[in-house]
Structure formats: structure tokens, C-alpha cells
């Protein structure tokens, strides 16, 4: 074994796309696109059948797989070093939390070798006397049923990813819903628990949300249409055939998607419309699934508002009236519109409220202040408020609130970059706390070899942007740490400071991960995610420069040894700050990167277009939109300068971001980069973007991303004696 980049055998030259260049005009600008013949005309038909993928595209792809693969063959034994080391730190046989719901424990659970989840149960009886810290039999509590054995379902079929998994109020079915493609369009399931038999002809073209009345006999779900947007609910007796469904909300705007879920009382079916700035909610007495729905509130653009009952009235917390960062207001059920809101929780600058539920005698809220979350609870005899926060400098907390209405019990998950995920129970009564799971982390984990710090970087406007990371103790922080910096910053998600297990294959080997909050998350209020959206879109990128150079200036790292990492928008993020600043970064990784961001919002017929308008504008209507996408747009701004090496990641399943766009990237950067660094693009043929389904299997692909990384610092090992691989590709070979 020796230091992989030294004396290393390279494939032959790279495959070479064919420019069949396509120009069209557009706001008075000549748009060129040379690699547009890689978007398949049928491209809807080969998502849900990749064999369909035109000959000559499927050709590009598959000479481009082969290229990684003869590139990446060298440290074949190196990556599946890697994958044992990530598979070390997983429980192979787990089990979750059981959660209460009447007569019932519902749980998860995972066996030895198992790539997919076992839904199980078993009766709160004799199984309600065993010590609430009692670690939980690896087989499962006493009596145990199981009810959906992933494993079992997964076997024989190519791909295979859940849904939703929900039992009737009854116990006595169990509704599921399954992709085979990775096309997240999913079939329905429902069958009887005590005899696995089917009950339900399956339903088909779904989105995999699904919800069941209180007699359990009428099931209501989404559709996509054939543009793959849930636009359709529907409700359904069970045991009907699907095409004797009612439908019960059509949502004629394009740019809203809808959605079915209930309040944590049971009471009522919510019938969600959405878009990513404005929402609507109509609702149905779970009591009598046949009535029609009433609206809450008709949509305001701007404005959103989410809906919780506590018996008299309906709990919302909304953004109206001025309140940016949230507040909560309640409305009589009989009358829900707006002029009957009252506000019961103000609105505070700066506080971002993100969640809420409504208990039988506790209202909960999970908010966030200076880029920390915390939990807040109400008890609504005394009126009084308490919070639950902890002392670490970043961490992150979730509520899971489960199936029970009449309890003082809230289940919350915390963890740090350097803790394990800790299940709690909570009684909001007395406030007492009890750790129920530490998650396992089998290899020897100890969570004081490792360094947390929130740190923050002065952005080119003054912004004060947060930075999480995490390094080992022995790391010097000298400038010589090579640092995966990772980063989102679209659609107001906030990046949360957690335990990933497999970030330590590169941090035990000298490596800073870091992560950094830019504007077009939450992490410090609505305003920072309006700040990195819109026009205001080029902050995310500029922000995230700021955090490399803060980290350069620190000490944490250096000029040339970040590596940027984002998935989706995260992608896009990577492209634009690839083509901004290549002096930053000594190789980068791209997953499903949204990089042709102009082409794709201009084109409407796509699944996510009108939807994502209100996040990036829209640049077909709108000349400032379009001036403005097409200043940072990665695909628009490559151009002939070195860049660091490269891994991109596709998949042909892909609705969210289609297959055609990392291959366009690449095919672009192969046409015009000056450097002589790897580029490689790994398109996933039979898969979406959730990349490889398994818990195991996905292992493969994050040990591929590291075994690149850790190849572009000298830290990755390879043998010569690995098969160099099969090597198709002829010099100068034109596709």
C-alpha cells in the first residue's frame, strides 16, 4: 500500500459529449445550450423505466460511469476498508423507542445484516412493568407482532423505499406505500395485520402520503399528476377499487402542492396547499370522512399558516400580520376565518417558532434564537411557560410527538456533532427527564476525542454567519487540516447541528468537518432565509465564501484544502461557489446538484418549476429574475479556468433534480477546464434522489465520496494489485 496519488495509474482520456449546440432568445439574450440533446424527449417515461433512456444519452451516461469506475478502481480494497469502518459504527441489530398507542407498543426495529426497517408491536400489557431505562431486547418486547418486515418486502425487487407506514385507528390494518423506482411515485398497500392478507386493491401513482379516518374505514391520499405534482386528494372506502375514488380537493395552481395529514388530536384530516411562501388548509371531522372540506382560511401570497386543534379551538401558528418570524394564534373551530384570530404567543423578532402541537392539557412549540433550538412548553391550566434547552455550543433537538393525545409525556431527540442521538421522555407536569436510547455507536465511540465549536464568519455585508464544527482533538489547527465544509441554504431548511457516524472516517484522519449556516436556511429567523432567496439569492454563495475564508484565516484550514460537499440546492451551492472561487477548494462533491438552474426555471412542464418560482424567481417572465439566475446559475458560468478534482452524483429516477443536469455540468467543465485534475460523474441507472436504498448499501456510495476526498489530500490507500478495471473508453471517444 502506498499514499494514493503518488505513482497512481490513471484511465484513459475521459468521454467527450457532442455539442449539437441550441440557442434561443430569451429577454433579449441569445441563450446556447450545447449539450441540450442529453434531456431525453421521453425523460418522464425513463424515470419510471430507465431501459427507456434513449439509446445515445444512455451510452454518455453509462461511458461516464465506467470512466469513475476505472478511476476509482485502484481503491477498490481502500473503499471497502471505508465501508466496514462506516458499517463498525452502526447497530446492526436496533430497535427504536417503543411509542404508546392504546392497548399498544409500536416500534421499529432493525436485525443483523437487515438493509430495510421491521415495523413491529406488541401489547402495553406485560410489557408495561419493564423499567423505562431498561435497554430495549435487540428481538423486539414480549409478544411482539410484526407488522411490515422491510427485508422481507424488499426481496426479489430492484429498488425499494417506503413511504408512509400507518396503522388504522383500530389496530387492525396496516396501510404502506412503496416505490420500486426511486421515482418517489408510490403504490398503496393496506393489509390485515392479524392475517397479512391484502384487503385493498393496491393504489397506484401516489405520493406516499396517506391518512386514515376514525372508523378506519375510509383511507384519504395524494396523486401526482403527469407532470409528477401531488395535485389531487383523494378519499377511498376501503376495500374499493381505486378508480371508484372521490376525489375531495383538486388544486388548480400549478405552483401549489397539496398534502393530507391529521392534528395530533385525531380530530380532523388536514388537506395541505403549499407553495414554498403561501399555504392553505381545509379540514374534514376524521368522524365523518365523507363531508366536505371547509377552509380555514383562504391563501394570502406571503403568507403561511399551520393548523393544530385543542378541542374548542384550532391552534394555528402563522406569519400574518406582520409577524416574520411567527406567532400563534386561536380560532373558534365552528368559525376558523381570519377575522376571528387571536393571538396566544407574540410575535418575537429574531425567535423563529418552527413547530407546534397541541396536547390535551400541554401545548408544545419548538423554536429557534440565535441559531439554537429549544422546546417550550405550556400547560394550559396555569397558563405558565417553561423551556427545555442544553448548554452545548451547537445541537440539535426534535420533537416526536407519536399517537397519543391525553398524556404529559413528550418524546424528544437531542444530539451534537459528538453525542449520539438520546431519545427522552418528558413529563411536562413534573419536568423531570428520562433517557430512554443512546443510540449505539458499536465501534468504540467516545465522544471526548473530538472538539465541537460554533463559530461565526463576517459575511461581505456584515452578516454574522454560523459555523458548526467538529475536528479530533490531536487535529492541529495550524492551516494544515484539510476541511469538508458542508452547505444548503435554500427553501428555509435550517442545517442542523447533529451526529452523522460517518463523518469520522475523515475526521480520525485529520480532517475539520465543518458546516456553515448561510442565508437561505432559518437558523437565525425568517429573514435569513428571505435574505438568500430571490434576488437577494447570490448571499447564500458569498456567505459560504466568507465561511471558507474565516475558517483560512482561523487556522482551521487553508486555501486549497476545502473541499466543498451539498446535495440538490446544496449542489447548485457547490457549482456557483466552484466557478466563483476555484483557489478555495482542493476537490469538491457534488450529489444530484440542482446546477442547471436557469433552463430548469424557465421550463414549466418540469415537476418542481412553478412550485420553486417563489424561491428563485421567475426568469421566463421576469428580466430581473432572469439576470439574476443567470449571474450565479453553475451551468451558465462555467468557464475555461482550473477547477479542483470533481465527483458528481445522478440518478435517471431522479423527479427533483432530472439526470440531465449534473451530466450537462460535467459534459461543460470537461469542454472548458485548463486543469488536468479527475471530473468524474456517477449516474445511479436505476435510482432517484435519494441516491442507493439500504442502510448498508447506501454505505458504498458515502465510502466512493470519501475514498475521493480523502484520494485529493494523499490520505486514501491503494493497491496495485486491485483490478485496474474494464476500460471501454477509446481515446478522444465522441458520445
Keep these: 500500500m502506498t499514499d494514493a496519488r503518488i505513482d497512481r495509474p490513471r484511465p ?52 461516464e460511469n465506467d470512466y469513475t469506475d476505472a478511476h476509482m478502481a485502484p481503491l477498490s480494497s481502500f473503499r471497502q476498508r471505508l465501508v466496514a469502518e462506516l458499517r463498525a459504527r452502526i447497530a446492526e441489530r436496533d430497535t427504536s423507542v417503543p411509542t404508546p398507542d392504546g392497548d399498544w407498543y409500536y416500534y421499529v426495529r432493525f436485525r443483523e445484516a ?13 410489557n408495561d412493568d419493564r423499567p423505562a431505562d431498561a435497554p430495549m431486547p435487540e428481538d423486539g418486547l414480549d409478544n411482539e407482532q410484526i407488522l411490515l418486515d422491510g427485508d422481507a418486502e424488499a426481496r426479489g425487487r430492484a429498488y425499494f423505499s417506503l413511504g408512509a ?64 405534482r401531488p395535485c389531487k386528494v383523494w378519499r377511498l372506502a376501503l376495500g374499493d377499487a381505486p378508480e371508484s375514488a372521490e376525489l375531495v380537493y383538486a388544486e388548480a395552481d400549478p405552483g401549489f402542492f397539496v398534502s393530507v395529514d391529521t392534528t395530533q388530536s385525531d380530530r380532523f384530516i388536514l388537506i395541505h396547499a403549499h407553495d414554498h411562501a403561501t399555504s392553505e388548509t381545509r379540514v374534514i371531522d376524521s368522524a365523518t370522512p365523507w363531508d366536505a372540506p371547509r377552509l380555514i382560511a383562504e391563501r394570502v401570497e406571503g403568507q403561511e399558516y399551520s393548523v393544530e386543534d385543542d378541542g374548542e379551538y384550532f391552534v394555528l401558528m402563522t406569519n400574518a400580520d406582520g409577524a416574520e418570524d411567527f406567532k400563534m394564534v386561536r380560532t373558534p373551530i365552528a368559525t376558523p376565518a381570519r377575522e376571528h384570530w387571536q393571538t396566544i404567543v407574540e410575535h418575537v423578532p429574531g425567535r423563529l417558532l418552527l413547530d407546534h402541537v397541541e396536547f390535551a392539557g400541554f401545548r408544545v412549540r419548538m423554536e429557534r434564537a440565535d441559531a ?46 459528538n453525542t449520539p442521538d438520546e431519545t427522552y421522555d418528558y413529563d411536562m407536569a413534573t419536568r423531570e427527564r428520562q433517557l430512554r436510547k443512546r443510540r449505539a455507536v458499536p465501534s ?10 460554533r463559530l461565526h464568519a463576517t459575511a461581505a455585508d456584515g452578516a454574522q454567519v454560523p459555523v458548526t464544527l467538529i475536528h479530533h482533538v490531536d487535529t492541529p489547527i495550524d492551516g494544515s487540516a484539510p476541511c469538508l465544509l458542508h452547505g444548503y441554504g ?10 452523522s457516524s460517518s463523518r469520522f472516517s475523515l475526521i480520525d484522519r485529520g480532517f475539520v468537518h465543518a458546516t456553515a449556516h448561510v442565508r437561505g436556511g432559518k437558523e437565525c429567523g425568517y429573514r435569513w432565509y428571505a435574505n438568500g432567496k430571490l434576488v437577494h439569492k447570490p448571499n447564500t454563495f458569498s456567505d459560504f465564501i466568507a465561511v471558507a475564508e474565516h475558517l483560512v484565516a482561523t487556522g482551521y484550514s487553508a486555501a486549497g484544502r476545502l473541499v466543498p460537499h451539498g446535495g440538490s440546492a446544496g449542489g447548485m451551492l457547490v457549482g456557483a461557489v466552484l466557478n466563483q472561487r476555484p483557489d478555495l477548494w482542493g476537490a469538491a462533491i457534488a450529489d444530484v446538484p440542482f446546477v442547471d438552474v436557469l433552463n430548469t426555471m424557465m421550463d ?132
Design 604 to 735: 414549466d412542464s418540469l415537476p418542481l418549476t412553478p412550485p420553486e418560482w417563489p424561491e428563485w424567481g421567475n426568469p421566463r417572465d421576469d428580466v430581473a429574475a432572469f439576470e439574476t439566475i443567470r449571474s450565479y446559475c453553475p451551468y451558465q458560468n462555467v468557464q475555461a479556468q482550473a477547477y479542483p478534482p470533481i465527483l458528481a452524483i445522478a440518478g435517471v429516477s431522479d423527479p427533483r433534480v432530472t439526470y440531465w443536469e449534473p451530466a450537462k455540468w460535467v459534459a461543460k467543465l470537461r469542454a472548458h477546464k485548463t486543469d488536468s485534475n479527475p471530473l468524474l460523474l456517477k449516474t445511479h441507472m436505476a435510482a432517484g434522489h435519494g441516491g442507493l436504498p439500504g442502510r448498508f448499501t447506501a454505505l458504498e456510495e458515502t465510502a466512493m465520496i470519501y475514498a475521493f476526498v480523502l484520494d485529493a489530500f494523499n490520505k486514501a490507500q491503494y493497491s496495485q494489485d486491485d483490478e485496474a478495471g474494464p476500460d471501454p473508453i477509446r481515446a478522444n471517444e465522441v458520445y
Design 490 to 499: 435554500a427553501y428555509g431548511i435550517s442545517e442542523a447541528a447533529a451526529f
Design 12 to 63: 484513459s482520456q475521459p468521454p467527450v459529449a457532442r455539442r449539437r449546440p441550441v440557442s434561443e432568445q430569451r429577454h433579449g439574450v441569445t441563450l446556447v445550450d450545447d449539450y441540450a440533446w442529453l434531456r431525453d424527449e421521453h425523460w418522464r417515461e425513463a424515470m419510471h423505466d430507465p431501459s427507456l433512456l434513449h439509446a445515445d444519452i444512455a451510452a454518455y451516461l453509462q461511458a
Design 444 to 453: 468504540g465511540f467516545d465522544p471526548r476525542a473530538y472538539v465541537v465549536r
Design 114 to 126: 437487515g438493509q430495510h426497517p421491521i415495523f413491529c408491536r406488541a401489547p402495553r400489557a406485560g
Design 165 to 228: 407506514v400507518n396503522h388504522s385507528r383500530d389496530h387492525r390494518l396496516l396501510a404502506f406505500a412503496l416505490d420500486e423506482r426511486g421515482s418517489e411515485a408510490f403504490t398503496l398497500h393496506v393489509r390485515d395485520i392479524e392475517t397479512q392478507r391484502e384487503v385493498q386493491p393496491p393504489i397506484p401513482n401516489t405520493t406516499g402520503n396517506l391518512m386514515w379516518s376514525a372508523d378506519s374505514a375510509t383511507l384519504f391520499f395524494t396523486t401526482l399528476d403527469d407532470n409528477h
Design 372 to 417: 439554537l433550538p429549544r422546546i417550550v412548553i405550556t400547560d394550559k391550566t396555569s397558563g405558565e411557560d417553561h423551556a427545555i434547552r442544553f448548554d452545548a455550543e451547537a445541537y440539535s433537538l426534535g420533537i416526536a410527538p407519536g399517537y397519543e393525545h391525553d398524556t404529559s409525556t413528550l418524546r424528544f431527540i437531542y444530539s451534537a456533532p
